[in-house]
């Protein structure tokens, strides 16, 4: 019965990926799972699922599922950066992000690849390492308000 529509797993996925990037949660999670039930064993519909999940900052729902794309394709080089940008939203999984970004700008041909890891590693550097997070302005500017007694 589904084999008249196994044309259309790809348009399906582009969909799913167009409804994460148009904020439509629920379109996404429907077309996404159209597509898996065309073709159950290929990772697209889960990249789609992580990235509405990394869209969201639903960081370990996202990273649970860019972790079970590479157990099955471990050469996916664009989820293994989109991983490492997840990774890179938490704090406690930093050095992770930056061995996974590293491996990413060194063994990679892909350009978007390349500059999807550099573009993560200037924004650790630039606010995760170096800049004070939002939580920790808020923190200094209500401690800096209370005056002792």
Do not use: W
């Amino acid at each position: 019965m589904l084999e008249k529509y196994k044309d259309d797993f790809l348009l399906l996925t582009e969909g799913g990926f167009i409804a994460v990037n148009q904020m439509d949660e629920e379109a996404a999670q429907r077309l996404f799972a159209a597509a898996a039930l065309l073709q159950p064993k290929n990772v697209l519909p889960k990249i789609g699922l992580g990235y509405l999940h990394l869209c969201k900052l639903e960081l370990k729902q996202a990273a649970k599922f860019f972790e079970e794309v590479l157990l099955v394709d471990p050469k996916n080089e664009m989820t293994s950066v989109l991983l490492g940008l997840t990774y890179s939203f938490m704090q406690n999984e930093l050095p992770r992000a930056e061995k996974i970004l590293s491996k990413a700008l060194q063994e990679s041909d892909d350009p978007l690849v390349k500059n999807l890891a550099h573009d993560t590693f200037t924004f650790i550097d630039k606010f995760v390492k170096k800049a004070p997070s939002p939580v920790e302005l808020q923190a200094q500017t209500v401690h800096k308000k209370k005056k002792p007694l």
